[in-house]
């Protein structure tokens, strides 16, 4: 529970970190989660911890994928669960047919399952899947744990929506023919420029945008979501985000 | 012990990351050194990983001043401890009136005990001091306990070094009289706007050169160290540092 005061200048960055520190001692983050999410803060504080029209154009373009997508699934992994867990939730409220998939980097069996009690204690009422079952399909050329797809999540996903992402990883997800959309605040990482659709945005706050989006697309013509998704131009929105991050200094 | 071998392309970096988290689990750094590293590494990794010429000058203006000080101190955190320890302890082999301080954010008298110990353990021979001894000097509008100094320390001291600082404590520090050096990867921070000398690299690979530089100027002619001292700028280096970083995106 939050100790820092909503008058505290810096409460919503403060409140995600209590948030990954909470997750860490309840064996949810790891350790190195802390360090990647002091990355991600560096990389907002040059965004000015705010949404930019670029990532809005991302959120939009996520929302029209989400909505359109015949097995549309978000990869979760601890620090996101941590971080950014009601806002999963929420998502996952506004968009019925969106399958949640725990999948980590540090797995074990206790922790993929704290992941997947944590979704639940915060209102998830879907099932939730774990990309290490016995019968896992595997992303070929990755040696870590976060190759496993689980059968009816993963491995059957046309969309998946990942968070803080390995870029070895999504490497493989595009290749293997899914669309992907990444959140990650470094516009020049490996996962920013494989990805279909970057996110350059802190996750929390990308989620809550994204799911008012999915809210209000659940509505739209398929043909507006269709020329949405024709009209998107990933390398224009890095551009973008290059950019802004050069006017911070 | 380092288990990271030292073929991989990102040896060092991950060194670093090792020393902090074994400091965490050996109760030295905090949780919150961990987000901290991981925003210094972002500014690092924009850096190219390696130490530019604007902070080798920054390096040397450093080591006039330390050279040619009354009473030198260097001021030791929980993150400094764990990230530099052998580097700290080998600059005071160098210069042997350079008195070693712990000074923490988060204050209890066994973890200064284990920051002092680990700096033993490390090879130091010199006496390290504490901060929060009951007869210390508080620096004012200062409401966390980094306030204290050492009265045969950090009280006394003319020049001060301090690595990974809080930047409300390096204002008053600088108001106090002192002339104060920072490490601290990031230029636009209020601790590398407020130090009379910022070396904007990383704490342990400039703790090497700096190392190295005291030993070379320990035989300099003073005039020569005056001159340098005179000449150095402090707000071109951080110009340069900031170009630096442009120049990544």
Known sequence: MTKVPTSHPR?????????????LRAGIAGEAGLLAHGRGEAFDY?????????????????????????????????????????????????????VAEVNIFYYSPERSRR????????????????????????????????????????????????GLEDGDRCERLVASGRRVIAIDLNPLSRTAKTSHVTIVDEVSRALI????????????????????????????ILNRAVAAIRNAF
Chains 1, 2 share one sequence.
Do not use: W
Not at 119 to 136: F, P, V
Not at 213 to 228: H, I, K, W, Y
């Open 46 to 98: 040059l965004l000015g911890e705010r949404t930019h029209d670029f990532a809005m154009e991302s959120i939009r373009m996520a929302s029209a994928l989400l909505v359109t997508a015949n097995h549309p699934v978000i990869s979760v992994n601890g620090s996101t669960a941590s971080v950014a867990g009601p806002e999963i939730v929420e998502l996952l409220r506004a968009l019925d047919r969106l």
């Open 115 to 162: 992941i997947k009690q944590h979704l639940k204690d915060l209102g998830a009422t879907r099932l939730i899947l774990e990309s290490n079952s016995s019968d896992s399909v595997q992303l070929p050329d990755i040696e870590h744990a976060r190759k496993h797809m689980h059968p009816n999540g993963l491995a059957q996903a046309d969309v998946a929506l990942v």
């Open 11 to 23: 409460y919503k960055s403060l409140l995600l970190r209590e948030r990954l520190t909470d997750g």
């Open 209 to 236: 945008e994204l799911t008012a989006c999915v809210r209000q697309d659940l509505a739209a013509a398929p043909a507006a979501l269709a020329e949405r998704i024709d009209r998107y131009d990933n390398a224009d």
